[in-house]
Nanobody
Framework: QVQLVESGGGLVQAGNSLRLSCAAS????????MVWFRQAPGKEREFVVA????????NYADSVKGRFTISRDNAMKTVYLQMNSLKPEDTAVYYC???????????????????WGKGTLVTVSS
């Protein structure tokens, strides 16, 4: 069965960096656009960044642009999120997701993903 498993979350000081990974199995990974979302306790889930199935194009939320970088390794069936200059407001559970189809659908706001991971918690202290 299809699985998306996030890892790399933890507790860090503001200004430091963290790298998240999302390992996929049970699907043809190279066919899927990949997306990172995040959700703080008591708040709505929000889009963070998306990457095309081949890794050629990306789209970032304004709140993380210039600080976060998405990448993927299709041979390893893994997508990454490098998070630099972390701020307390970045504290959230981070989820990866996969979606087939046109790339712009991944950041259209409809949150319709084919598969979701269970999330990894990132806590940024002041």
């Amino acid at each position: 069965q299809v699985q998306l498993v996030e890892s790399g979350g933890g507790l860090v000081q503001a200004g430091n960096s963290l790298r998240l990974s999302c390992a996929a199995s049970g699907l043809i990974f190279s066919l899927y656009n990949m997306v990172w979302f995040r959700q703080a306790p008591g708040k709505e889930r929000e889009f963070v960044v998306a990457i095309t199935n081949g890794g050629g194009r990306t789209n970032y939320a304004d709140s993380v642009k210039g600080r976060f970088t998405i990448s993927r390794d299709n041979a390893m069936k893994t997508v990454y999120l490098q998070m630099n200059s972390l701020k307390p407001e970045d504290t959230a559970v981070y989820y990866c997701a996969a979606r087939l189809g046109p790339f712009d659908q991944t950041y259209s706001g409809d949150y319709r993903m084919d598969y979701w991971g269970k999330g990894t918690l990132v806590t940024v202290s002041s």
